[in-house]
Structure formats: C-alpha cells, structure tokens
DNA sequence: GTCAATCGTTTGTCCTGACATACTTACTTG
DNA sequence: CAAGTAAGTATGTCAGGACAAACGATTGAC
C-alpha cells in the first residue's frame, strides 16, 4: 500500500551560479517530467535527502516548496512529499494569443488594420488609470492562422512605453515587443464572454451576423503596478477558445 | 524621490496558535487592503523590520514571501519592497459559480433536472480518466439569480465520492459539498469557449435558438491527482462573464 | 559635462540547530 | 473483535548567523 521509496541520482554543482535549491529543483521536475518519478511516488523524507546531497534541510525545503507551487508536489505532514498524478503541467501564464498559436503548430500572421495616437476615451482611461484625453497608442490588429481570420484585436498604451512599428505588429506578438523594450508584465485582470456578432465584424472575421463570438478584455501591469495594456479582443467562437490550468491556494 | 519610509504598528502574540509569519503576513495584508500602506511605499528593510518585531528574518522574510506570492508586494535585492500599486486582488481562485453569485449580492438558487448513476460514456471517461463503461454520477441543474436562469450545469462524478441529495444540490453548491466531504481540490483545467444556442437550451435559458453561450469544462483534481469532477457548463452570455486575475510567474 | 568606477544598502542564498504538530501504524484494552 | 491509545515519522515553524549579488547614488576621471 505504501508507495515506493524512490531511489533518485540527485548531484549539485557548488560552484556553478545557479543556486543549489534551484538545481535541486531542476533535476526534480526533469524526473517528474520524464516519468522517472512516478505519480504518486514518495521523495524520501527532507532530513534523509538533505543528507545525501551534502545539502541543509532548509534548501532541500526550498526546492520542494517551489515545485509545490508550481502545482507538482504535495506535501502531508507525517506523511511525506508526494508527486501529484494529473494532467496538469504548468499552473497558467499570461497566454499571448500569437504564442499560443505558435505552439499549438499553426503559423499566425499579422495584419496592422490601425495604428494611431490620440486621447483617451472615458473607458480606456478608466482602465489605464490616467487621465481622460491623455495620449494613447491604440492599435487594432487582425490575427490569422492558415489565412483563416482568428481574431480582432484592440489595443491601448501609454504613449512613451513602446515604438510599435506596423513592420513589428506583424512580425511577432504585441507581448514580445512590451517584454524587449524593458517591461516586465506582473499581473493582468481579464473578463472572458460572449456576444454576437455586428455586421462589421462578421465581414472581417468571415462570420455572419449575429456568430457568436468569444470576448476578452484585459488590462496588464507592470511590476510597479502601472498600467501598461489595455485589450479588448473578440474570437471567432468556431476557431478559439481559452484554455488554462489553476491551482486551488489552500 | 526615494519612497516615504513607513512607520507600521505590527505586533504579534507568541501564544496564539496562529504562526507568527502568518500573523505579520496578515497585518501586512490589511495594511494594504486598507490604504495604510500606500501603493508604491517602501517597507522598512527585513533586519530592521525583524528587529522591530523581535522576529527573526526568516520568518519576516517568510510572512514578506507570501505576499509576494499573492502579488501585493514586489522585491528588489538593493532597493527594497514596495507595495505593487494595481487593482490586482487575489490572484485566482477556482470559482464556484455559486459562491460568485453570493459574492455579487445575488441570491443564487438551484433547481436539479436529473441526477442519476449509470455507465460512464467514452468522453466522460477520457476526461475523468477512467473506464469507460464505469459507473459516474450525472447531474444536471440550473443556476438562477433573481428568478432569471443564468446557467446550465452539467457534471460528472465517480461514485462514491459524494453522496449528491438533491435537497442538498438545491441549497448550496456542488464544490462545497465535495468540501464537506472531505475532498480537498487542487487543481483544474478548464476550457472557456463559445457557440450559438440550439432551440432546447434556449428555451431552458429564457434565450432564442441562436443566441451566444458562455461554454465552461472542467475537470477538476483533488490533492492526490485523481479526477474528481467533470463539467460541462453553458452560460447566458448577456448575463454572465468570467473575470479573473493572473500573475505572470518570472 | 558626460561617462565610468566605487560604495553602501538591501535582498538572495545557505548553514546549523531546535521544538511543535499532524498523520500513520501498531499496540493495547474493553 | 473493535475502539481507543501510544509511539514513530515526517513536515511545519522559528532562531540566529554568514556571505554573495544586485541595485542606486555618489564620487571621481577624462
């Protein structure tokens, strides 16, 4: 009934850069990953595993806890630390509607339907957190896969963050673009619905009128806190729809 | 230009059960929520602030650590921590519908249109990981607020999980009946789409045929990573959307 | 005047040691 | 034989200390 003891080759290099804990933690999730450690497996207790890799409790600590957070171990006292079986890969990222695309193997294209600078609207303001007339970028984007329309996609920045060149915008992702001009994204608020489709809409995404539609609004921050996107992006329903993983924070 | 310094009463009981990282954690916390501690200011530096509270900086760093994790503060080695200024609460949570429509002052209620037991079929299996053919409990409900329906509920259980009384289905939630039996979610993979209503579900929904539709799945895992529901939910999309919070992980 | 090096500050990493608490198992008792 | 009890085991919490690395600002050089 007791599950196996595992016996697992663990090494850490001292005088690599890389911290110890976060080696450790490395080669645990490869094992995980590869099915060397079974679901469901025990690790040996953290006294025993800190001992056999010349290490103190508190790194071993370490190293599990962050993989505890990504969502692969779990942890009982009295019990032990466990590998989690379940499908369940990574917890959820900011997903990037261009690396999506190129991940699940399909070539995404671009095309810049408009670029333009000018002040804001009550509602992009409002969810930028500046002031009413202020200058923003706004961006509004077609996404196509296999030259079948994906989505639309709306955007509003800051003036001053990013030099959003059309030749770029259709290059790569908007997200790219934010992270190689410095911006390190934090956090992000997001409403997911539905509506149907307007006329417009329906001819430029190859819909009919009234197609239901799949709604994404989302407002990304900084790790000041600032507000640096403002996105307001429909799907056809038929070619898109979000998927994500969470975790339950105890 | 350098932040204000912050000046904090924290105090913590050595006697109480609660652990003294969480206790600081805590105040921490509500220092923020409740504007004490202004976006952007500084916290005074951890041997300072352990000192302060004749706590030692591990468990400082640790109560500091929580609530970087949760995205209200933000660390940076030589600068210091500073509260993340954003609109960001929590980050997410697996949300049960009911417990959202109780957070938005609505009064949720439950009618159950089926509950039965019977063999899994091929796409319930696959998604609960199990045979098919293998006995699941199967209920379908709907969700309403203020008389209007909101929701269809479809869900798939293995036996022997939960004992699903209708009574009990009426008057609160599924998830936390499966919390009251002593399962303890971990994680979920949801999928978030859209499609056109078909003539059945309108009229169920109070919609016409046609009309868009909020489509949720989820299946969800307990702490030992065994399947322990499956979803298959439709919303009304003129009344319901899903809204949520993400943290970008670095 | 602008750019580069230096220095102090603050978090990041790691160590040793100790006790508390929860869960499991095995034993004892009614 | 069943239920309660006790021992064992593993994680949870906490202390105190030490050095490393990164960031910001000041100082110095060209």
Same mark, same amino acid.
């Given at each position: 009934?007791?599950?196996?003891?595992?016996?697992?080759?663990?090494? +850490?290099? /001292? &005088?690599?850069?890389? $911290?110890?804990?976060?080696? !450790? %933690?490395?080669? @645990?999730?490869? #094992?995980?990953?590869?099915?060397?450690?079974?679901?469901?497996?025990?690790?040996?207790?953290?006294?025993?595993?800190?001992?056999?890799?010349?290490?103190?409790?508190?790194?071993?600590?370490?190293?599990?806890?962050?993989?505890?957070?990504?969502?692969?171990?779990?942890?009982?006292?009295?019990?032990?630390?466990?590998?989690?079986?379940?499908?369940?890969?990574?917890?959820?990222?900011?997903?990037?509607?261009?690396?999506?695309?190129?991940?699940?193997?399909?070539?995404?294209?671009?095309? +810049?339907? /408009? &670029?333009?600078?000018? $002040?804001?609207?009550?509602? !992009? %303001?409002?969810? @930028?957190?500046? #002031?009413?007339?202020?200058?923003?970028?706004?961006?509004?984007?077609?996404?196509?896969?296999?030259?079948?329309?994906?989505?639309?996609?709306?955007?509003?920045?800051?003036?001053?963050?990013?030099?959003?060149?059309?030749?770029?915008?259709?290059?790569?992702?908007?997200?790219?673009?934010?992270?190689?001009?410095?911006?390190?994204?934090?956090?992000?608020?997001?409403?997911?619905?539905?509506?149907?489709?307007?006329?417009?809409?329906?001819?430029?995404?190859?819909?009919?009128?009234?197609?239901?539609?799949?709604?994404?609004?989302?407002?990304?921050?900084?790790?000041?806190?600032?507000?640096?996107?403002?996105?307001?992006?429909?799907?056809?329903?038929?070619?898109?729809?979000?998927?994500?993983?969470?975790?339950?924070?105890?």
């Amino acid at each position: 009934m007791s599950t196996t003891p595992v016996n697992l080759a663990l090494t +850490v290099d /001292r &005088s690599s850069p890389v $911290p110890l804990y976060f080696q !450790v %933690a490395q080669q @645990l999730e490869h #094992a995980i990953e590869t099915g060397r450690l079974e679901p469901g497996s025990r690790l040996g207790n953290e006294i025993e595993l800190a001992g056999r890799l010349g290490l103190s409790r508190p790194t071993v600590r370490q190293a599990i806890q962050s993989l505890v957070d990504k969502g692969l171990l779990v942890r009982r006292r009295g019990v032990g630390t466990q590998v989690v079986h379940s499908q369940v890969k990574r917890p959820l990222e900011l997903s990037s509607l261009y690396d999506d695309l190129l991940a699940a193997g399909q070539r995404p294209t671009t095309s +810049v339907l /408009r &670029s333009a600078t000018g $002040p804001a609207s009550a509602a !992009v %303001a409002a969810a @930028l957190g500046i #002031a009413e007339g202020a200058e923003v970028v706004t961006v509004e984007r077609l996404r196509s896969a296999h030259g079948e329309p994906i989505a639309r996609l709306l955007n509003h920045l800051p003036v001053g963050l990013v030099r959003l060149e059309t030749a770029d915008l259709e290059a790569t992702g908007l997200y790219r673009l934010m992270r190689a001009a410095g911006i390190i994204l934090h956090s992000a608020r997001q409403t997911v619905g539905a509506r149907a489709a307007t006329a417009a809409e329906g001819a430029l995404l190859s819909e009919s009128e009234g197609a239901p539609l799949l709604t994404m609004e989302r407002v990304s921050f900084d790790d000041h806190g600032r507000a640096v996107e403002y996105g307001t992006h429909i799907y056809r329903a038929t070619r898109y729809s979000f998927e994500f993983s969470l975790l339950v924070r105890p």
